[in-house]
């Protein structure tokens, strides 16, 4: 069997117009694509990227990039961009460099990053995407984990990379840096290689990507994705966002981080579509959101954070009217930042939902569009067999009730989902039980199937006999206008077991103060059920996060656990007595 004729059905149905013809198409289309059997060698660089976007589309535009810092630009084709991928496989292989070895990359966001990508692939190379921003310590930790073959680094880092190889006792085929250093070799040399490869004979089950988790709890595990699970897999992902080919398509994403891959290379790539970069220092939101403008971005990807900045701009000094389609994903989105960003651009901001370990398993697709509930990530992909279930493996089917999201995998295995943790076969077993695969995370469905997201497992507050989810209370949070960012955790109390609490940054011109933490207080009152109501409130300037943005809610909850310092911005419900005749 051969994919290439499901990558032209993929794009022709994201080409449908009518959302309800598009909707059944969508379904028809992926409960034909989970009972094929797959064929047993794909090769996506080859078959997809060059046998089909570079032999019909080879001189659209593939990749236009920007430096925000120093306005650099660059535009490449899809012809170009493959030829710039196999220059870098052909010196990869002049320096030994084999199939199934370790591409790891410290890259930014540059073509580079595009181009080693597409050669990993095409080379059946297991890349290892790095952010640029780990510590020596944690470099060093991977390397140790997972050694690497070859190494590509910007400058900056190269020092650290040489002491972490150094520490971990590893001597890499090849180090080549963006610039240059002594000991390294010059990205630029690989310019004199030839700009036609060879594609590896690479089978559906080997191993193209391990991706480190960004560790919200505990240490990063080793997820790996397979020749057909990321390639295949984000066709999910491109028919969640909804694009079409020639769509100019923008994620807000740095490499090294699987949302990267998902957004700004597969997801484009699969359809025709052109992936932009936008390379910065610092994020400027004004000087981005004029990028997304000149570009004439078609849609637009961004996490949470980003959007409630965005939102906080004129946004009608832009002109945004090429925009289609924005999307949200990493945490879900607070109700209040979609309505603000859909009066500023006439786009109603959807939200989905995935992990490292998948592709897109939960959203909102084109076709949800007026039809969304604010608050609700959506329903699951037709990809995905997603339910929820309880500790034991059943089936949650009662509307508002909390449980596990799971893959049920004895209908269908999901292929976008990840093989397993690499060399660990104890956090393989634990996530994979009962016949399912768990994703971590908690949710509920309403009597019309609208999924909510509640939180990591971990993250759900036990108080008495109830159970809250920290993300319905900080959304109830965030509405208020002094209130930037929250964070919620559950903490110890002898009575209750634990307590809610609300870590609160507020927005520009509000200062922590009484008055302010009783008027939060009573606004939660106003739209929460009262076991929901937090019981303290801490005014903070920032919030703990891994790297790619998430945040660290189990660092919080260990420094309530600790000796914590008292601090003269932390209010406690019960020190109000204004509020004795309000909920309890």
Not at 95 to 110: C, R, S
Not at 199 to 219: H, P, Y
Not at 396 to 417: K, Q, S
Not at 444 to 460: A, H, I, L, N, P
Request: with cysteine; glycine share 8%.
């Amino acid at each position: 069997m051969s994919l290439d004729s499901t990558y032209r059905e993929a794009m022709a149905l994201n080409e449908i117009q009518d959302m309800g013809q598009r909707e059944t198409q969508a379904k028809a289309f992926f409960e034909k694509l989970n009972k094929s059997e797959l064929p047993e060698k794909f090769n996506w660089a080859a078959e997809v990227f060059e046998g089909i976007h570079v032999k019909e589309r080879g001189d659209q535009l593939a990749l236009i990039w920007t430096d925000m810092d120093t306005d650099a630009e660059q535009q490449f084709t899809y012809k170009e961009l493959a030829a710039n991928g196999n220059k870098v496989l052909n010196f990869l292989r002049k320096n030994g460099v084999e199939k199934a070895n370790n591409l790891y990359m410290l890259t930014p966001i540059v073509p580079e990053t595009w181009f080693a990508t597409f050669a990993g692939i095409k080379g059946g190379l297991v890349s290892v995407p790095t952010a640029t921003s780990m510590t020596e310590r944690e470099i060093q930790f991977r390397f140790e984990a997972y050694k690497p073959d070859v190494i590509i680094a910007f400058e900056g880092l190269t020092d650290l990379v040489d002491d972490a190889l150094k520490k971990a006792d590893c001597t890499p085929k090849a180090k080549i840096v963006l610039g240059q250093k002594e000991g390294w070799t010059s990205y630029s040399e690989i310019a004199q290689e030839k700009p036609e490869a060879q594609a590896a004979d690479v089978s559906n089950e080997d191993v193209l990507f391990c991706f480190f988790t960004s560790g919200t709890t505990g240490l990063p595990k080793r997820v790996g994705h397979s020749a057909v699970s990321y390639p295949l897999g984000h066709l999910s992902t491109a028919v969640i966002i909804g694009l079409e080919p020639g769509d100019v398509h923008h994620n807000l994403s740095a490499p090294g981080w699987a949302k990267w891959a998902w957004s700004s290379f597969f997801a484009p790539f699969n359809m025709g579509a052109t992936a932009t970069g936008f390379n910065f220092t610092a994020l400027d939101i004004e000087k981005y959101i004029a990028a997304v403008a000149r570009y004439k971005v078609n849609s637009f990807c961004a996490p949470p954070t980003a959007w409630r900045a965005f939102v906080g701009l004129d946004l009608s000094k832009y002109d945004l009217s090429a925009m289609k389609y924005s999307i949200s994903a990493g945490e879900p989105l607070n109700p209040e930042i979609i309505d603000q960003w859909r009066e500023g651009t006439g786009t109603q901001i959807r939200d989905f939902y995935g992990q490292t370990e998948s592709t897109a398993m939960i959203g909102n697709p084109p076709w949800m569009a007026g039809k969304m509930r604010l608050g609700s990530f959506g329903y699951p992909s037709y990809m995905y067999d997603v339910i929820l279930a309880d500790d034991e493996g059943r089936q949650i089917t009662t509307p508002d009730e909390t449980g596990h999201i799971v893959v049920r995998l004895n209908n269908w295995r999901a292929i976008g989902l990840f093989q397993e943790y690499i060399d660990n076969e104890a956090k393989t077993s634990e996530a994979f039980q009962h016949g399912l695969y768990y994703t971590g995370d908690k949710a509920t469905f309403d009597k019309d199937g609208y999924w909510w997201f509640v939180g990591r497992s971990d993250d759900v507050i036990k108080s008495s006999d109830f159970r809250v989810g920290p993300f319905e209370v900080e959304s109830a949070l965030i509405e208020h206008v002094a209130v930037m960012e929250t964070a919620v955790v559950g903490v110890p109390d002898p009575k209750r077991h634990q307590l809610v609490k609300a870590f609160v940054i507020l927005t520009q011109g509000n200062e922590p103060s009484r008055e302010l933490a009783l008027e939060l207080f009573k606004h939660t009152i106003e739209v929460l059920a009262k076991f929901k109501i937090p019981r303290i409130i801490e005014f903070v300037t920032e919030l703990p996060k891994t790297i790619s943005g998430k945040i660290r809610r189990i660092e919080l909850r260990e420094n309530e656990n600790g000796d914590k310092k008292e601090t003269s911005n932390e209010y406690f419900y019960h020190q109000f007595p204004e509020l004795s005749s309000k909920k309890k």
